[in-house]
């Protein structure tokens, strides 16, 4: 197995210049659909290396936020200042027909690298992501965690600096789900990137990220923030991450 600072040297660079530096910063931002309000004067900030986690029911806008911080969308009112960011969406959306290297090593291809290239880079950091030996592997021969590694090797390839993760695992099973959150936490330990994670899962958010920023029903509006002072990695039964799960399910209710 690679070295624990391996990853560094054969990922693609996180950005150049003042974008790694940036952070994501909202202010009283807006955006509709037709006739409905998606969200109504969020501001949001995540500082560079942080984990912001977002949270809040069905419909309030939290893919709409990300996809806001991505570029994908512009809003309707308010600001919107982030680095360069890639969005990884719930499902893995890998290539069936290709390996698991090729799958992974996508976002090289895309900024320009040659096949053989982008294998060469990818290739080292498999171990590092739980992968080694599955190189070949196809999609369908892949658990649904593995999947996900695959997916989250391959966001980290694209090399911007702002990670935006929409529910990354909510397709996992509870087991799983448990191992690749901690899992998770190994790796932004290892390449730290700013980070916007959306989640239903109040208990993940706490587990993961240094503050949790808690959305009302639609139209979304940010109704708490929650700082998490004790530094990761962190067990859903260490008391202040059930304190602070029980802090935004509070704010959760209607």
């Known amino acids: 197995m690679p070295a624990k600072g391996a990853i560094q040297s054969t990922m693609a660079p996180a950005a150049a210049g003042s974008h790694h530096d940036e952070g994501v910063r909202l202010v009283d931002v807006s ?14 900030r995540a500082e560079p290396g942080e984990v912001v986690a977002v949270v809040g029911p069905s419909g309030c806008g939290k893919s709409t936020l990300l996809e806001l911080v991505c570029g994908l969308q512009a809003p309707d009112g308010g600001t919107v200042s982030a680095g360069r960011a890639v969005l990884m969406p719930q499902r893995d959306l890998l290539l069936p027909w290709a390996s698991a290297l090729d799958n992974a090593a996508l976002a090289l291809r895309v900024r320009g690298a040659s096949r053989r290239e982008a294998r060469e880079r990818a290739a080292p950091v498999f171990a590092e992501f739980g992968l080694a030996g599955f190189e070949a592997a196809r999609p369908y021969e892949l658990s649904g965690g593995m999947r996900q590694r695959v997916a989250f090797l391959r966001t980290l390839l694209a090399g911007a600096p702002v990670l935006c993760l929409d529910e990354p695992f909510g397709a ?21 990137r700013t980070v916007l994670l959306v989640t239903h899962d109040v208990e993940e958010a706490v587990v993961l990220a240094d503050r949790v920023l808690v959305l009302s029903r639609r139209p979304g509006r940010v109704v708490a923030e929650l700082e998490v002072p004790s530094p990761r990695p962190r067990r859903p039964t260490d008391a202040d991450v059930v304190a602070l799960r029980a802090r935004a399910l509070e704010a959760l209710r209607p």
Do not use: N
């Not at 996992?172 to 730290?192: F, K, V, Y």
């Open 172 to 192: 996992l099973d509870a087991i799983s789900r448990a191992d690749m959150q901690a899992w998770l936490a190994g790796a932004l330990a290892r390449e730290p």
């Open 31 to 44: 955006r509709r659909y037709g006739r409905v309000e998606a969200l109504a004067g969020v501001s949001l």
